[in-house]
């Protein structure tokens, strides 16, 4: 048998390809890195290396930290951490379980999806994902200062392709990196931008927390951030789906028996004489997937494409209504705080309080800084702690107030900020135990928060705020304002409920309900749905709740005409 050259040099390369398959295994991201991008990683991941060192042995840490800390990373986390990724996952940690964290980590681990390989292939293009947590202002200052105007009218979709296809040129251009980016491509974010991000996705901002600190935290965050997202998505487009399903069924309830047997003649359905209601819908919904044309679910579908883009965007139009209102319902609010809350407003936030200032200056500085992310922990986090989480944090610092029997929760209060402020002030082991402790405390406690309190705390706790309560004021009116100024002071104008994925979520089943109902023909329930939607883009906002309320009754409007 003879062979050309060129097929002996085809069997060669075949036969290398081979061996270097079986010896080296699959070729990873890092591979590619330049060494200044494996250092980067390292620091970022908290691994320590020695220098100087060469490329190889930076390589070989990264290969040997990889699947810890991309392929199941949430070895690392906080309970806090552990408990927001299950959350965002649908799922609620199992009873008694929310404080420890090897339970929660095996929770998570059950859920995880991710593997150390499918993390290098998405490393091997970071632009195609690397964006998809910026807010639109953020694409839009990154062009604008890389010297690409946003395209008009800026829409995200095309400002995210703009960015992508120019993310290697303008590295280029800087003289930067490309596989795992530096401090370069967040420029032109502030602090607050940064802390916002891992606020959002309930990763623990870095205490204490510098730029540097943080932006590495929201690098490492950046590519679970993106699947998170469309991960949400995903189940927002399925929610859309069955969603034509429940339709379906709103507007078979709807419909009279006269009118069930007229669509079924029409389709060839032969209905048995005699039949009653429940037999005629039964009959309905199972031939309705297979028919088309003049029936329910072609009824369904044109009634849900028509109605969603006019809900939604009624909806957008309202969440942005509703964030303006929200400003001036919180510069209204500040404008009665005492001095010392407006100076605990700032102070919690790393902004210079103005100390000889009169009351005016401070206002207006909180009022500038209104949408400022506070700086994670501080004195400040126990401010709606009840007396009795006070009391166990007090006896883990062997603080003989927690035992002391009389003890006022404002004391208990002060015991609690005192002893923060030293462990903060010592750093180290001391400060790491501390805010391991507060991370699973927090989280634990704040949905149940003045849940508990007694009338006499919930006033003195007002009283802090300089709010003087009228006698005669209830229970539940003492909460509500106590709840309203402590959104204020923790979130600022933002909301509480305003991450990324909840505002897909509930932006989504806004728009669903209204399309139910209206398909129903139940205008009352529609409102009620809507004044829902209202409360969950902004507590108390009324504006928007009456556009909202129009919004949903344009979309049962449509859905009935398109019925």
Not at 40 to 45: E, I, K, N, P
Not at 306 to 325: C, E, I, R
Not at 467 to 474: E, P
Request: proline fraction near 3%; charge should be neutral.
């Amino acid at each position: 048998m003879k062979f050309s050259l060129s097929s002996v040099l085809i069997l060669a390369l075949a036969a290398d390809s081979a061996i270097a398959s079986t010896w080296f295994g699959k070729a990873v991201a890092y591979n590619k890195w330049h060494e200044t991008e494996l250092e980067r990683w390292l620091s970022d991941h908290n691994v320590p290396y020695p220098t100087p060192s060469d490329r190889k042995d930076l390589e070989n840490l990264v290969k040997s930290n990889w699947q810890t800390k991309v392929g199941s990373p949430y070895s690392d986390w906080e309970p806090s951490q552990l408990q927001s990724y299950l959350k965002q996952k649908g799922y609620e940690a199992k009873k008694g379980t929310e404080s420890s964290k090897d339970s929660l980590v095996s929770q998570v681990k059950g859920y995880w999806a991710e593997t150390a390989d499918s993390a290098s292939d998405s490393y091997s293009s970071v632009k195609d994902w690397i964006f998809d947590g910026w807010t639109d202002s953020q694409l839009k200052a990154f062009l604008d200062k890389n010297g690409f105007p946003s395209p008009q009218p800026r829409k995200r979709d095309t400002m995210l392709t703009v960015a992508r296809e120019n993310y290697e040129s303008i590295a280029q251009k800087l003289g930067e990196t490309v596989h795992y980016p530096g401090d370069w491509l967040y420029e032109t974010w502030s602090e607050s931008d940064l802390k916002e991000f891992l606020d959002e996705r309930g990763v623990p901002v870095p205490q204490p927390s510098t730029r540097d600190k943080l932006i590495a935290s929201v690098r490492r965050n950046s590519r679970l951030a993106s699947l998170n997202m469309k991960n949400t998505a995903a189940s927002a487009s399925a929610s859309a789906n069955a969603a034509k399903e429940s339709l379906s069924d709103a507007v078979l309830d709807a419909w009279s028996d006269s009118t069930i047997k007229e669509w079924a003649d029409k389709n060839g359905i032969k209905v048995p004489q005699g039949s009653k209601r429940n037999e005629l819908l039964a009959l309905a919904r199972k031939h309705r997937k297979s028919l088309t044309g003049d029936n329910v679910a072609s009824s369904a579908s044109s009634a849900f494409g028509a109605a969603t883009t006019s809900a939604g965007n009624q909806y957008a139009q309202a969440t942005d209504d509703a964030s303006l209102v929200a400003d001036d319902a919180f510069n209204s609010a500040v404008g009665t705080w005492s001095d010392s809350r407006l100076k605990a407003f700032l102070d919690s936030r790393g902004v210079p309080v103005p100390q000889a200032g009169k009351k005016d200056e401070l206002i207006k500085q909180v009022r500038l800084n209104k949408h400022k992310a506070a700086s994670g922990f501080s004195a400040w986090t126990f401010d709606t702690w009840t007396t009795e989480n006070l009391q166990k944090w007090l006896s883990t610092q062997n603080n003989k107030a927690a035992s002391k029997a009389g003890t006022s929760r404002d004391d208990l209060l002060k015991q609690a900020q005192g002893n923060y402020a030293s462990a903060s002030k010592a750093g180290g082991s001391s400060y790491a135990s501390v805010t391991s402790y507060l991370s699973s405390a927090t989280d634990a406690a704040k949905d149940t928060t003045f849940d508990t309190w007694s009338d006499s705390d919930l006033k003195s706790y007002l009283d802090s705020y300089g709010i003087s309560t009228y006698q005669g004021s209830t229970t539940n009116e003492l909460k509500a304002m106590a709840r309203r100024n402590a959104n204020y002071f923790r979130y600022g104008a933002s909301t509480p409920q305003g991450t990324v994925f909840s505002r897909l979520q509930n932006g989504a089943q806004w728009i669903l309900n209204q399309l139910k109902f209206g398909a129903s023909g139940g205008r009352q329930e529609a409102s009620y749905q809507a004044q829902k939607g209202a409360d969950a883009v902004k507590e108390g906002v009324t504006a928007a709740t009456n556009r909202v309320g129009e919004a949903a009754q344009q979309a049962s409007d449509k859905v009935k005409e398109e019925l």
